[in-house]
Every structure is written in C-alpha cells, then in structure tokens.
C-alpha cells in the first residue's frame, strides 16, 4: 500500500466554510464552480499550515469500483466535507473528509487535491461530522465488553449512560438469470453503556430492560411526555437516558 502524508490544521488557524461537493466514488464530473471552490479551500487549509512536520503517515484511499450500486459512506455522502477530529491528543479543524462507513475509515484530502488518505484509527479518539459526534472503542474496551466491537461510533447521548450507533454497510450480491448486481447495503445498531457495561438493544422493551430498575418510572415519564420511540427511535433514547440519568442523579 501507498503511504502518503497528512498535514492538518490547529484549532484556531483556520475557521471557513466549505460548500462544495467534489468526487463521489467514480470521480464524478463537476462543475468548474465546485473544483474552484474545493481547489480554494484545499489550499486555503494547507497554505495555512506552512511547513510543519507531518503528524502521521497514512495509507492512500481510493473509491470503490463504480458497478458497485450506491456508496459506501455515512449518510450517503460521497463528497468531501469539513469536519474535525482529536488525533494523537489534539484537536484539528477544518479537515476536508470522508466517513468509509463500509470501511470504518475516516477519509482526509490532501493539499494536492485528488490524493485521498485514511486517517491511523489508533490516533483518532473522536471526530465531528455533519453535526454528528463520533467516537472509537477501542480494542481494550472491547476485550472488557464483547457485546461491542472496535470502531467508530455515533455517540447519540453522554452523561451517566452512554447511548451509541453504529453504522455500518455491506456489499450485497444479487444474481438474476446469467448476470449479477452489486450493491451497498446499509445497517445500523445501538448501544447502551450502563455501570460500564455495554449492551446492544434494538426496540424500546430491550432498552427498558436494560435499566429495569427504573422501568416503570420512564414508562410513566414517556406517557405522559408522550414520547413515541416508534415515531424517532434515537430521540426517544436520548430522553430515556437523560431521565434515568436524572432518576439516579
């Protein structure tokens, strides 16, 4: 594998928006608008680094083959994007990138705008993106909760219970006569963290479950809030777990 050099920005160098949308997995064409607008903003972010050293040295990424129907990225976008990230214990912003949900790999582009490079999952501890917060479980996490495995995680609520997603897609082949179709297949999961144990759950019955202890005050708390999990699942666990949070203060 190629390696290749990342060189991001400190909090604080640099604040801007970013509003273009590049290459999707096949390189898609742009428009000349949207390359300007990211060849600016590339090197706006890059020119303002100077000559600093190199903070990590990655593994070069490239798109997945294009007869492969839809993507293999969080939310569906296949466009670079700015976020944020604490790597190896700082804080960077600004970052043009990609979450590889197929993957698990966080995408950065480079000053030389096309060269793509995953960012060292071991020196990444959380990172922000479409205003969504993301962390990693680690594999001494793992090893102390099986139910969970290593990776990144959107961290839905975090106080005395952490509530997390994970997403996560597969390549599904379909075969029809003489000739077969690829395509990405989504998924999605949920985690509690209780007394620093995690449990997977997936309906609001195996959630209650899991905090029994509180189970009829938050069934009460939800009729008379009229909170519906049915009608916004992660809402409804965010508000389950503040108030059982609030019920054990």
């Given at each position: 594998?190629?390696?290749c050099?990342?060189?991001?920005?400190?909090?604080?160098?640099?604040?801007?928006?970013f509003?273009?949308r590049?290459?999707?997995?096949?390189?898609?064409?742009d428009?000349?608008?949207?390359?300007?607008?990211?060849n600016?903003?590339?090197?706006?972010?890059?020119?303002?680094i100077?000559?600093?050293?190199?903070?990590?040295?990655?593994?070069?990424?490239?798109?997945?083959?294009?007869?492969?129907k839809?993507?293999?990225?969080?939310?569906?976008?296949?466009?670079?994007?700015?976020?944020s990230?604490?790597?190896?214990n700082?804080?960077f912003?600004?970052v043009?990138?990609?979450?590889?949900?197929?993957?698990?790999?966080v995408?950065?582009?480079?000053?030389?705008?096309f060269?793509k490079?995953?960012?060292?999952?071991?020196?990444?501890?959380?990172f922000d993106?479409?205003?969504?917060?993301?962390?990693r479980?680690?594999?001494?996490?793992?090893?102390?909760?099986?139910?969970?495995?290593?990776?990144?995680?959107?961290e839905l609520?975090?106080?005395?219970?952490?509530?997390?997603?994970?997403?996560s897609?597969s390549?599904?082949?379909?075969?029809?006569?003489?000739?077969?179709?690829?395509?990405?297949n989504?998924s999605?999961?949920?985690?509690?963290?209780?007394?620093?144990?995690y449990?997977?759950?997936?309906s609001q019955?195996?959630?209650?479950?899991?905090?029994?202890d509180k189970?009829?005050?938050?069934?009460?708390?939800?009729?008379?809030n009229?909170?519906?999990y049915?009608?916004?699942?992660?809402?409804?666990?965010?508000?389950?777990?503040?108030?059982?949070?609030?019920?054990t203060?």
């Open positions: 594998m190629r390696r050099t990342f060189y991001p920005l400190i909090t604080g160098i640099l604040c801007f928006v509003s273009a590049v290459v999707g997995q096949a390189a898609p064409a428009s000349s608008s949207q390359k300007n607008a990211l600016n903003t590339v090197s706006l972010f890059y020119g303002s100077g000559k600093q050293s190199p903070l990590y040295n990655g593994t070069e990424y490239y798109f997945y083959d294009p007869i492969i839809g993507n293999a990225y969080y939310a569906d976008v296949n466009s670079f994007t700015p976020g990230v604490f790597y190896d700082m804080h912003t600004g043009p990138m990609l979450y590889d949900i197929y993957g698990d790999q995408v950065i582009l480079l000053y030389n705008h060269t490079c995953t960012l060292i999952k071991d020196k990444v501890s959380s993106f479409l205003d969504h917060h993301f962390v479980i680690d594999t001494v996490t793992f090893l102390n909760n099986p139910a969970i495995k290593p990776g990144y995680y959107d609520y975090a106080g005395r219970l952490q509530v997390l997603a994970r997403y897609k390549i599904q082949v379909t075969t029809g006569g003489q000739t077969s179709e690829s395509y990405f989504y999605k999961d949920y985690y509690i963290r209780k007394n620093n144990i449990y997977n759950f997936s019955g195996a959630l209650l479950d899991i905090l029994k189970k009829k005050e938050i069934q009460k708390y939800l009729k008379e009229q909170v519906k049915r009608r916004n699942p992660e809402e409804a666990m965010v508000k389950i777990a503040s108030y059982y949070d609030h019920l203060n």
